[in-house]
């Protein structure tokens, strides 16, 4: 499969837990954005990284998240103590240069009881 | 983020029927795509417009960018079931990496 792959697909925490979405971008690709959905709405930027760097975090918020792309494997974004709040579809994209077009995976639905 | 307006919200059709939609902004893009997302799924892309006034085909799609680069529109022509999903405008910011996204057009279509 050489798309977006994203997991796990579904990820259910009770508040206060830690959640770990991974995502691995499309062979070739090396800019990888996130993106938070919630119901009825469309997608709202989070974060793009590059290899082993954050470019842009400005859509996401400054306290408890945080997001990584390490020179090997997948890039992870990581929200601590997690409040009901968070509970929404969060979608990575990849390009293989920021002029491409962005290609989505099937996202993590996170749920917080 | 840059607001972007779509319309309609919904669509509720009959298969063989040609579809409208389209997506308008206050703020200037140099790249307008279009993407369907099905249920439990991801966006997938469609079309992607990079130039004012372009007009692109992509079977029974066709999309255009507006020669003021604040709107876009997507046509689908000959409506089939599996058109069924929900139909999202983006345009790339300025940073030229963040896309801002529209809330979306359901469509429905009927045999």
């Known amino acids: 499969n050489a798309g977006v792959m994203q997991n796990p697909r579904h990820l259910v925490r009770r508040r206060g837990q830690e959640a770990r979405l991974r995502c691995s971008p499309m062979?070739?690709?090396?800019?990888v954005y996130w993106y938070r959905q919630l119901p009825e709405e469309g997608l709202k930027f989070m974060v793009y990284l590059q290899k082993e760097n954050i470019i842009d975090e400005s859509g996401m918020p400054k306290e408890r998240f945080s997001a990584e792309f390490p020179k090997e494997g997948p890039s992870i974004l990581r929200i601590q103590q997690v409040v009901r709040g968070d509970s929404a579809a969060y979608f990575c994209?990849?390009?293989?240069?920021?002029?491409?077009?962005?290609?989505f995976g099937d996202g993590t639905r996170l749920s917080i009881l | 983020g840059q607001q972007l307006n779509q319309s309609p919200q919904s669509m509720f059709i009959q298969e063989g029927e040609d579809v409208s939609m389209n997506c308008t902004s206050s703020s200037i893009f140099n790249t307008w795509l279009w993407y369907k997302q099905d249920p439990g799924e991801g966006p997938v892309l469609l079309i992607a417009?990079?130039?004012?006034?372009e007009l692109t085909s992509n079977g029974r799609l066709t999309a255009q960018f507006g020669i003021t680069r604040k709107d876009s529109f997507l046509n689908i022509s000959a409506s089939i079931p599996s058109d069924v999903g929900i139909y999202f405008c983006?345009?790339?910011?300025?940073?030229?990496?963040?896309?801002?996204f529209g809330k979306g057009t359901s469509l429905l279509v009927t045999p």
């Open positions: 994209a990849s390009s293989e240069g920021t002029e491409g077009s962005q290609h």
């Open positions: 983006a345009g790339l910011s300025n940073s030229g990496y963040a896309l801002n």
């Open positions: 417009l990079y130039k004012a006034g």
């Open positions: 062979k070739g690709h090396s800019h």
